[in-house]
Each structure stands twice: as structure tokens, then as C-alpha cells.
């Protein structure tokens, strides 16, 4: 096995390898696009990969280190460092689809602002990352380009929308990945495939260029192995940009100095809601062990109560769906992408119907007429109003449990990965996400971390902890969390297997 | 047909307007996004599809960015017309498709609107000052436009889409229905769109569709026996010029009394019509009936923050806002004494008003102390005969002769003191306007300094008599209008430069 292979899962390494000059960055490229290559046509994880780019990427950034041994930082924090970005983050090269027909072949004219950042900071895009079309779903499988599979299991999903990029770095395809998450795309996939993602506070990163789908939910977020490697993409990505007015005007802490550093008198919240009998018996045991793990670093547990959890899914499933009901209605056929041929006698709605008819799968279709019918007059008072009321009541509960706790605990997702087609009723689908929409709904940051194996007819399925803390709170969220990672050897253990 | 309404039994009819103005914004770029608005100078003649961007042409993953400048220009419009200015506003969606509205949706402001509840007086057809309720006035974006013709005219099978005016800034002004006549809603128009022009909001160039009107417009019938009849409301959409806004309305009164006559149909629910204006044949046609109309799905547009205004920015946006057209005008004619063709042509430009009181100011500074109104006066008539002449040679405006306000009244003075005439002042005004320099210097460059020495007065005015023996004659025999002729011959023999005032006295002392 390539020495490779570990610097992918500890970015910290790999970057002082790489500034060392001890790898070069083609060869790590090289490695990568190899992997990519023997891995993907089963795990079916990228759309779209960026060979030649990369390489080219690479060669500049060899050649910049070298000229600069005495301060090989100079490339920046992520100088060679590999990155998936998920397809529905546009980039100037390449296509971006969304993993729908809709936008089969889109070229983006501009590049989102965290794909700037990313690449000022020296990474290199190795591809686009599968997701659930328009990122609505929880499995990757919605996608018009075909199903991701779970590098543990092939008959099992990676958890979705973000599944791709989850998939990329369990099965070492990149040390980074971009997802995005509106409510736990990130985190669901990131606990079934065993790495860590970071849904970061509403407003922490910039929106630019990520294609909408609920816009006061939407987060782009970060997918590593560890917690550092998280971080450290958090960093690049985060803080303002004029380019979007809802992203905060704060400054971003140096997530990097002091995540080692242990969140002095630690509170732990652990919500009664999140102990359901709805949730896998070896997930419960896992997060149980996780409350022992913080209580042996000596933080203190409390019980939290949190009344509204089980009203997340139906506040999500107005809000999300009605926004995402006008975010998409640009895609009309008439600019860009997807346009039926014409037929003889119909008029402008027939294109519009037809195309979108066409453009469009089921879920998206579904989710468009929900959002339609809950905004429609008589009817916004009934659902859409009074979801931005309970919306309202979340996050207010979420403020009044975080003057108690520094973090909130629970599992990531009630089981552990499903079997491919084994939610095809789109409620059980949807109550995937049972753990995780509250944090968008209140706006705060939320981490995904590997916790624990379960086991599945000989095989070994990866189990999520959930960390919640308050909005704009990463700091003390990514601490907690490297506590626990450090605490436990569940960063070396949860290796997804290499075939 | 039901006899209650029979026609005969009319006795009289009155009308009920509110007016909704779209003011396009001429800020430098667009609503939502830096790409260049086509509103404003700089941009209106681009090519088409060329002030497009990813935020334009609503491209995946593009967002909105408020443009700061708008509001502030909304709020100073706002201010204008008396409104309150919302401390919080916010934006929302309104949704529909159609080709020339390229995110299926448009911004706009639906209940919280930027300005609300304000009211302007303007003059009544019948004399009377006529109080106009604003309802509101609330920002949103302008669409693009569809199009059957290729670049030169030539005509394609099928539609074009334009971006360049989408995401334009437009202000929607909704009045209250308080028109009673054409008259007064042409006046109201004419009034805002100065109004708008004085604030330097927009150049109201009709033809380029920077101001847009759709009256709502219905008729109070009253029948002998003492009943009131309301017909439906009719909408009237996209007029863009004054002619077409009172022809509309005009032959909505008509239209209206006629299909009550037929129908005896009345204002309700759902009877809400919208028609279009038809520019040839000078007739209202129905668009749709308000019982199909839109589900807009309006809700709180989630990518863009809340407009909140402090007192720190609206005392900013109030102290810029100049003194409006309406008051600048009472003052001239109470402060100056101008009469109100006067004070309407000098009004009419902001600049030019300005310019004005620069040169008044300037008069009364040279001269010491003087009252303000015979100053006033002085420089009006001059600058309106005069400058007014020049600006519209050279297709400007008064400001834009770029005289300097002092030398206006330097050569004032040099009038008043005798030392140019009437005739001499128009010609240095004249070379002023091609060069700066000091008029006297400039009058005696050009030999149009008054002559008053008794000599040449007499020389010329006995030639002058010569040539003219009947006009002498009628004069002896006491026709004193038959001077005239004799003083022009004179001031053509002098080139213009005798002293009127003398060559009188010296003809009437020879005759």
C-alpha cells in the first residue's frame, strides 16, 4: 500500500510531508487518480474527475515549494492538499450538475467563492462528488447519474445528499472534501461512511455559488478523517463575502491553535429526545459510551429537555421544500439547461411543464409541488407562516439549552447505513434526518465524528456522535470533538476497507 | 336590460382614480448586482444581453446583493412626497414564470415597504390645490424585455430575450384613488416625474420607459333617484407617456358609463379588470379579468438581510434632499416677485435654479445691499431672454452655457450703470458664453461700450433724421411713435452702442 495512503487521513501530516518535500504533490495527485480509477467504478462516489487539471495544479505547486524551501507556508494552508467538491459547488472548469439531467453538461461561467478560497489556499479539485439531485435526500441515490455506494458495504448507501464526498475520503480517493448540507448532508453521510463533517453555523461560510436548494437552511461544509483535517478546511473556507449578504460579518477564530487545547469545564447536554427506542440498539450503546468517554475526561453531563426535536421534520418539510419551490424556478429551459424539443402546437407552458417534466426527478418534482401548494394563497398561512413561528420556538429552545451546555450530544443518524432501495417510501427517508435539521432550523454548527462499529452480518457499519453547539460557536465544537477523538482510537479503527 | 340603470336616469357621473408610477432608478448598477443599469446615462444605448452577469441572468448558485444607492434614492423620493420611511423593511419574492424574468421569481417588497403614508399637493384643473394621498413606495427589480427583431430590424420567427434591463431598480409609487380627472393625474404625473428629475433619481426620458404609469381607474355613477352606482376597477397597464395616460383615462370614463349602461355590472370582489393601452386606435383592451389572475406565492426573500434604516442615515439622506420643485417655485414668486411662467421655466432644471440663485447672489454681493426681489427679477428676464436663447442654440440647458454666476453679474451692472445696452449686454453675454473673461474688458474689445459723448449722438442722429424725413414730420406733428424709427437708424449706425435714452432726449430736443 502507498505511504500515501495515511497522509490522506491526517492533513496535518501530509501537509508537512508535502512542505518538506519527503512527497511531491503530482505524486500524491498521481495517487489519488489512481485510487480514484480502480475504486470508482463501483463506488460510483465522483461525477466528474479533473486529471489533467490536477496534475498541471500540482506541477505549479512542486514548483513553487522548491523555489521556496525556507517558507514552504508561503503556498498556502492547503498547498497540494486533494479535494472533492460536491456537484452542486459551481466551478469555472468543468461541469456542475447538481447530479440532475437538468443540468447534464452545465458549464459554470464563475467559480463559488469557497472554491476561490479553497484553491488561493493551494488545494487542488480533483472532481465532482455525487450527490442526491439538488441535494434532496439522504442516500445519494436520487442522483440522475446513478447511486453511490458505501465503501463498507456495497449494498448499503453513504447517506446522503452529500454522499460522494463522504464516500471520497472514507475510501481515500482526497484527504478533503466539500459538501453542503440544508438539513444533515453533511453529517448523515459523514457518520454512515465513518469520517467527520462539520455543519458549519448559518453565515459562517459564504453561499456564493452553491446552488440553492433551501436558502435560509443551505451551509456548505466540510468532510475530512479527523477533526484536524475538518478544521483545517473550515478555516480556509469560512467568514464574509460581499457576494453574499447573509453571511456574517464576524471575524473567524484560528480554529487550528488551540483545537489540542480541552474545553475547560466542559458541559455536556445530552437532549432525553435524542435517547429514542426509535434508534438502532447498537447506536444507542455507541453514544452511551460516548457520554462515559466525556464523563472519564471529567466533563459533566446533563440532561437536556428538547420538546420540539420531533417537530424538525415537518418544519424542515415546509420550509425547505417552499424555498427550494422558487430557488428552482429558474431552471425553465429558456437560459441554460435542460429544454424539451418542442411539438407542434404547444405553446410557452407546455416548455416550461415539459422541460422541468423532464429535467426534473421524482424527488425534486415532489418536493416542488409541496413547496408550491404550502406558499399558495390560503395556505401560507397554514404551513408557511406557522413553520416560520415553530422555526422561531427552535431556535429559542436550542438558545435556552446552550445557557446550560457547551455542546449537545446524540447520535448523528438513528441507524446505521441502510441497504441501497431500502427507503423507498420518502417518509422513512426523510426521518433520516430526525437528529440533524434542528441545527439548521436554529442556525447553529453541528460535527459528525466516527464513535463506534456495528456489526452487521460480518461486516462492520460505522456509527456517528453527534456534537451541536451554538451559532458561530466552532470553536468550542471542534475542541469537544477533538476531545473525544483523542480520547478514543476510533480515528485509526474506522478505516473503511481498501476493496 | 334591467330598467334601474336605463340611461335616461343618469344624472351625473363622477371619476375615481389612484395611480401606480414605476420609476426606474438611475443608479450606476443594478439592483442587486455591480453589473451597469441601463437607466442609467452611461449604459442606455448597450447592446443587448451585454449588463448581464451570473446574478442577472440568474445563474445556479448566483445571489443578490442589495445596491445601497437605490434605497437611498427611494428614500429620498420617499421624504419628497411626504412619506414615512420604514425603520425595517424587508424584501420578498413575488413568483411567476416568464421568459423575461430569468430567476422565476422577482424581488420585491410586499408588506413592509420601504415608504409608506405620505401626500403631495398639487395644482387642481379648477383652481383649487389638490391633495394626493401616497399609499406607499417600494423598491423592486425591473424585468428583462422580449423582442421579435434581430439588431437592424429585421424581424424573427421567434422571441428574443434582453436581458440588459432586468435587475434595473424600479420604484412603484401607489397613490390613493384621489384623481377626480385626466387633468389632475397628467399634472400629478408631470409634477412627480420633476420632482424625480430635480432629485437626480432618474432622468425621465419617457421614450427610454424610465417612468411607466398604470392607473386604476373607476366611475361613480348617480342615478335620478338618488342611487350611487361604482363600476368595476379597471387597471390600465404600462403607459409610458402623458398623452397615453390621459387617453387611457379618458376613454375609460367613457367606456365604463357605456358598459354600466349595458351590463349595470358594478365594483365586488373579483371584478377587478386590467386593459392595455392601444397607442393607435386610442382604445383600451382587455388583458384579463382579475378572476384568473396570478398567485404570486409572495414570501420573505431568505437571501438578502432586512433593510433597516437609523437615524444616522436618514438624517444623511435628508440633509441631501434639495428644496423641491413646488416650494422653489412659491419662493421665487413671493422672494423675487417672478411670475409663475418665470419661475416654472427657471425650476424646470435643477441646475438651472441653481445657477440662478448663484447669479442673484453674486448681483447683490457686487452691488452691496439690495433688495433681493429687483435682483431677482433683473437676472430672471436676462437669463431667460439671453441665456435661454444660447442654451437653445447649443442644445443645453442654462447651467450647462458653464457661465460663471459672477459674471452674469458683472455684466448686470455694467448694464445698469449705462455702461452697456440692452443690445451690447446680449452680445458680451454671448462671448461669455464661448470664453470666460471680464465683460467690461470684453464690451470695450468689441467696441460695444454705450456711446454718450454729445458729439457722436448728434452726428448720428442728424443723419438719421435725414434719412427718415416723413417719420420727422409725424413727429412734429405729435405722432411720437414715429420715433422708433428714427432711434433705429441711429443705434444701426452706432453698431448698437448709442445710449437709447439719449438718442431720445436728443431727437426730441431737435425736433
Redesign the interface.
Known amino acids: 500500500m502507498s505511504a500515501i495512503a495515511p497522509l490522506l487521513r491526517d492533513v496535518t501530516a501530509l501537509r508537512a510531508a508535502i512542505a518538506e518535500r519527503r512527497v511531491g504533490v503530482l505524486e500524491v495527485v498521481d495517487h489519488c487518480i489512481d485510487v480514484i480509477g480502480r475504486r470508482d467504478g463501483e463506488l460510483r462516489a465522483l461525477r466528474e474527475v479533473y486529471p489533467e487539471r490536477a496534475r498541471r495544479r500540482a506541477d505549479a505547486i512542486d514548483a513553487a515549494l522548491a523555489g521556496r524551501r525556507d517558507d514552504p507556508s508561503a503556498a498556502g494552508l492547503l498547498a497540494g492538499v486533494p479535494v472533492v467538491v460536491k456537484d452542486n ?2 466551478t469555472d472548469y468543468g461541469t ?1 450538475t ?1 447530479g440532475s439531467r437538468m ?1 447534464d453538461g ?1 458549464a ?3 467559480s ?1 467563492t469557497v472554491i476561490e478560497r479553497l484553491e488561493e489556499a493551494g488545494a487542488i479539485v480533483l472532481g465532482k462528488a455525487n450527490c442526491d439531485e439538488f441535494a434532496m435526500g439522504s442516500s445519494t441515490e436520487s442522483c440522475a447519474f446513478g447511486a453511490t455506494r458505501n465503501p463498507w458495504d456495497l449494498s448499503r448507501v453513504p447517506g446522503g445528499s452529500s454522499g460522494g464526498s463522504a464516500v471520497a475520503i472514507a475510501a481515500g480517493y482526497a484527504a478533503l472534501a466539500l459538501g453542503s448540507e440544508t438539513g444533515g448532508s453533511v453529517r448523515q453521510p459523514a457518520a454512515l461512511c465513518g469520517v467527520v463533517g462539520i455543519k458549519p453555523s448559518y453565515g459562517r461560510v459564504s ?6 436548494f ?3 437552511l443551505d451551509q456548505v461544509g466540510p468532510f475530512a478523517h479527523s477533526v484536524g483535517g475538518a478544521a483545517m478546511l473550515l478555516q480556509v473556507i469560512a467568514g464574509r463575502d ?5 453571511s456574517a460579518d464576524l471575524g473567524v477564530p484560528d480554529y487550528l491553535q488551540a483545537l489540542d487545547d480541552r474545553v475547560e469545564s466542559l458541559v455536556v447536554g445530552v437532549p432525553v429526545q435524542y435517547r429514542s427506542d426509535a434508534n438502532d440498539p447498537r447506536v444507542a450503546q455507541a453514544i452511551e459510551q460516548a457520554v462515559e468517554v466525556y464523563r472519564g475526561l471529567g466533563a459533566e453531563i446533563v440532561e437536556i429537555d428538547l420538546p420540539l426535536t420531533d417537530y424538525g421534520i415537518s418544519t424542515y418539510y415546509v420550509i425547505a421544500p ?2 427550494a ?2 430557488n ?3 431552471f ?1 429551459g ?3 439547461g435542460h429544454r424539451a424539443v418542442p411539438e407542434p402546437g404547444e405553446v ?1 407552458e407546455d416548455l ?1 411543464a415539459r422541460s422541468r417534466a423532464e429535467g426534473f426527478g421524482p424527488e425534486v418534482q415532489r418536493r416542488i409541488m409541496l413547496g ?1 401548494y404550502m ?3 390560503g395556505y ?1 398561512e397554514a404551513y ?1 407562516r406557522r413553520a416560520l413561528q415553530v422555526r422561531r420556538l427552535i431556535a429559542q429552545e436550542y438558545a435556552r439549552a446552550f445557557e446550560r451546555c457547551h455542546v449537545l450530544l446524540g447520535p448523528t443518524a438513528p441507524t446505521p447505513a441502510f441497504p441501497l432501495g431500502g427507503k423507498a417510501d420518502p417518509l422513512s427517508m426523510y426521518l433520516c434526518d430526525v437528529y440533524t435539521v434542528n441545527t439548521n432550523i436554529a442556525g447553529a454548527c453541528a460535527i459528525s465524528i466516527p464513535c463506534g462499529l456495528a456489526d452487521e452480518g460480518g461486516r462492520r457499519l460505522p456509527i456517528g456522535l453527534h456534537l451541536q453547539a451554538r451559532p458561530f460557536d466552532e470553536s468550542v465544537l471542534l475542541r469537544a470533538a477533538r476531545m473525544f477523538e483523542r480520547a478514543t482510537d476510533w480515528s485509526e479503527l474506522v478505516v473503511a476497507p481498501s476493496a | 336590460m334591467p330598467t334601474t340603470h336605463a340611461p335616461q336616469s343618469i344624472r351625473s357621473t363622477s371619476l375615481r382614480i389612484g395611480l401606480e408610477v414605476h420609476v426606474e432608478l438611475a443608479t450606476r448598477t443594478k439592483m442587486f448586482t455591480r453589473t451597469p443599469n441601463v437607466a442609467h446615462p452611461d449604459y442606455f444605448d448597450a447592446a443587448p444581453n451585454t449588463l448581464v452577469d ?1 446574478v442577472v ?10 445596491n445601497r444607492a437605490a434605497v437611498e434614492m427611494a428614500m429620498m423620493v420617499g421624504l419628497a412626497l411626504g412619506c414615512e420611511i420604514a425603520r425595517f423593511s424587508k424584501w420578498d ?1 413575488k ?1 411567476y ?1 416568464y ?1 423575461d424574468l ?4 422577482q424581488i420585491s417588497q410586499y408588506d413592509l415597504p420601504i415608504c409608506g403614508d405620505g401626500a403631495v399637493d398639487i395644482p387642481g384643473a379648477d383652481g383649487s390645490t389638490k391633495r394626493i394621498g401616497i399609499i406607499r413606495a417600494h423598491l423592486e427589480e425591473d424585468t428583462g424585455k422580449l423582442g421579435h427583431e434581430l439588431p437592424g430590424g429585421r424581424r424573427y420567427e421567434g422571441s428574443l ?1 434582453d436581458l440588459n434591463r432586468a435587475g434595473t431598480p424600479l420604484l412603484e409609487i401607489v397613490t390613493a384613488p384621489d384623481f377626480g380627472c385626466a387633468d389632475d393625474v397628467v399634472t400629478f404625473a408631470q409634477e412627480l416625474r420633476h420632482l424625480c428629475r430635480f432629485l437626480g433619481v432618474t432622468e425621465g426620458i419617457m421614450q427610454r420607459g424610465h417612468m411607466r404609469f398604470e392607473p386604476n381607474i373607476n366611475v361613480v355613477i348617480r342615478t335620478e333617484d338618488g342611487r350611487e352606482f361604482a363600476t368595476p376597477i379597471v387597471e390600465v397597464k404600462n403607459l409610458n407617456s402623458f398623452r397615453s395616460l390621459r387617453g387611457a383615462i379618458e376613454f375609460e370614463a367613457r367606456r365604463q358609463v357605456e358598459a354600466w349602461r349595458q351590463d349595470g355590472r358594478t365594483m365586488g370582489p373579483g371584478a377587478k379588470s386590467t386593459r392595455g393601452w392601444d397607442d393607435v386606435r386610442e382604445v383600451t383592451v382587455l388583458q384579463r379579468e382579475k378572476e384568473d389572475a396570478h ?1 404570486y ?3 420573505p426573500e ?4 432586512p433593510v433597516v434604516v437609523d437615524e444616522e442615515l436618514l438624517a444623511a439622506v435628508r440633509g441631501r434632499l434639495p428644496e423641491l420643485p413646488i416650494a422653489r417655485r412659491a419662493r421665487y414668486r413671493d422672494e423675487f416677485g417672478l411670475d409663475p411662467r418665470e419661475a416654472s421655466a427657471l425650476v424646470e432644471e435643477r441646475a438651472d435654479a441653481e445657477f440662478f440663485e448663484a447669479c442673484v447672489e453674486s448681483l447683490i454681493e457686487l452691488r452691496g445691499s439690495s433688495v433681493p426681489s429687483s435682483q431677482g427679477q433683473l437676472v430672471a428676464k436676462f437669463l431667460l431672454n439671453a441665456g435661454a436663447k444660447r442654451a437653445n442654440e447649443r442644445g443645453t440647458t442654462l447651467a450647462g452655457l458653464l457661465v460663471a454666476p459672477r459674471r452674469v453679474a458683472e455684466l448686470l451692472l455694467l448694464r445698469e450703470e449705462g455702461i452697456v445696452g440692452p443690445q451690447a449686454a446680449d452680445a458680451v453675454f454671448g462671448l461669455l458664453c464661448e470664453a470666460d473673461g471680464d465683460p467690461r474688458a470684453i464690451a470695450e474689445a468689441n467696441g460695444l461700450v454705450q456711446v454718450r459723448d454729445d458729439a457722436s449722438l448728434d452726428a448720428w442722429v442728424t443723419e438719421a433724421m435725414a434719412a427718415h424725413p416723413k417719420a420727422v414730420e409725424d413727429l412734429r406733428a405729435g405722432k411720437s411713435s414715429a420715433i422708433g424709427r428714427i432711434v433705429g437708424h441711429v443705434m444701426k449706425l452706432s453698431g448698437g452702442t448709442a445710449d437709447a435714452k439719449a438718442v431720445d432726449a436728443k431727437i426730441r430736443e431737435k425736433v
Do not use: Q
Open positions: 459547488i459551481v456542475t447538481c443540468l452545465y459554470s461561467p464563475y463559488a453561499r456564493y455559488g452553491l446552488v440553492a433551501g436558502s435560509s460581499e457576494r453574499d449578504s447573509t417552499a424555498e419551490s422558487s428552482l424556478a429558474r425553465d429558456i437560459r441554460y410557452l416550461y408550491t406558499l399558495s394563497a401560507y408557511y | 451570473p441572468a440568474a445563474l445556479p448558485g448566483a445571489l443578490p446583493v442589495m419574492r413568483n414564470f421568459p430569468p430567476k422565476g421569481y430575450v398567485d406565492r409572495y414570501f431568505p437571501d438578502l438581510v
